[in-house]
Structure formats: C-alpha cells, structure tokens
C-alpha cells in the first residue's frame, strides 16, 4: 500500500505570494495533520482535519488556512509569504479514532525568498 | 509553540556502541512516540509507547515510557552505519490529539 504522498517535493515562492500544498492520506485513513518544520527544531502542529472537520489548529496567523476533499486528501494554503514561513511541512495521516498513530509523508520543501 | 526538552542534542558514537537519549515533559502525555528523519524526508516512526511503565523493543531499539508520563527514552543497541539520522521524541495527550515534538538528537555513527 502507499504511504503518505504529498506534492510538490520542492517549491520557490516570493515574499507576498501564495502557496497551496497538496497531501493524500494512507488508504483508509480519515484524519490529516499539517505540520510546519524549520531547520533545526522538530515539527510544529498546524492543522488537524478530520472527516472534512477542523479538528484542531495550532497556534499559526489567519495567512494559514486548510480544507479536507470528500476522498480525504488535503491542501494547506499559505497566503502572503514571509521570508519565516520558510520550512519543511509536513502531512501525517492517521485513522482519526482512537489511539490513533500518524504517519508522515515525505514533506514539501518551502523556499521564500 | 510547546516543545519538549530532548537530550543530547547531537551525539558522536562509534559503530558498535549503545546509544541512550531521553526525552521530558513538563506536562503529562498518554502516549510517546519516537519518530527517525533522515535528510529530504519526513519522520519514520520507530516506536510507540501507549503505557506508564511500558517497555519495547523493535529490533535493536528499546524505548520505555516514564512511570511519571512525563518522560521517555530511547536505547540503540550495537549502533550501525545506517542509523545516522534524527531521532525524535513526540508526545501525545490523547489518541485525536496534535503530536508535541522535541528538537531531536542527532546521531551520527563513526564506522
């Protein structure tokens, strides 16, 4: 079966613009999280989605916003790039119920120059 | 946002040789993980950890989750070349909860 599968790999923006980040959950899977990772520090918790549902957002602006498709995958929209909303994110996917592991794809390198 | 306190922050071993990192919380969780990200990639997940008290092992890896529910560890036995990568430490306060990550240890195996 397929992992966590997340595009684009890499992607180059400018400061202003907007970015849109696309991740497919693990077949079966319900539930997606975003998370943002900068050099050096471990992820941080974006988003959580869950059934089409917000579940949870962490503590990132307004620029930052999700939605979750009738399949399950999921986009993250980052509008008004800052030069600091440059990092790796992060999709993990989890069945949503219970004590629920999540996987993680392989990220979207983000460059804001 | 929160982070939790992990140790070393890097380490130097030879091939062969135990490794031993820990991972603590000011907080209480009901779940740890431990989680590898080797360069380009995202987290691969080693082991998870759903009990106070709990010990396991996945191959030469153990990991035991504090009696505290504050803490964690995480031993590599007769380290490998390929084990080059950083590890990280997640916790986790309920099942539908967002994870809480540490900075990472990262390892790196001199052959």
């Known amino acids: 079966d397929a992992g966590v599968t997340q595009s684009p790999t890499h992607l180059i923006k400018t400061r202003g613009q907007q970015v849109t980040l696309r991740c497919s959950p693990i077949?079966?899977?319900?539930?997606v999280s975003w998370y943002q990772q900068v050099l050096g520090q471990g992820p941080q918790f974006i988003f959580q989605?869950?059934?089409?549902?917000?579940?949870g957002r962490g503590n990132f602006p307004d620029r930052f916003s999700a939605r979750q498709f009738p399949n399950y995958s999921s986009e993250l929209n980052v509008n008004a790039l800052l030069l600091g909303d440059s990092a790796l994110y992060l999709c993990?996917?989890?069945?949503?119920?219970?004590?629920?592991?999540?996987?993680f794809g392989p990220g979207t390198r983000l460059t804001v120059l | 946002g929160q982070q939790l306190n992990q140790s070393p922050q890097s380490m130097f071993i030879q091939e062969g040789e135990d490794v031993s990192m820990n991972c603590t919380s000011s907080?209480?969780?009901?779940?740890w993980l431990w989680y590898k990200q080797e360069p380009g990639e995202g987290p691969v997940l080693l082991i998870a950890?759903?009990?106070?008290?709990e010990l396991t092992s996945n191959g030469r890896l153990t990991a035991q989750f504090g009696i505290t529910r504050k803490d964690s560890f995480l031993n590599i036995s007769a380290s490998i070349p390929s084990d080059v990568g950083i590890y990280f430490c997640a916790g986790q306060r309920s099942g539908n909860t967002p994870l809480v990550f540490g900075k990472g240890t990262r390892l790196s195996v001199i052959a």
């Open positions: 989605y869950y059934e089409k549902e917000e579940r």
């Open positions: 907080s209480i969780f009901n779940t």
């Open positions: 993990a996917s989890s069945g949503g119920t219970g004590a629920d592991t999540q996987y």
């Open positions: 077949s079966g899977h319900k539930s």
């Open positions: 950890l759903y009990k106070a008290g």
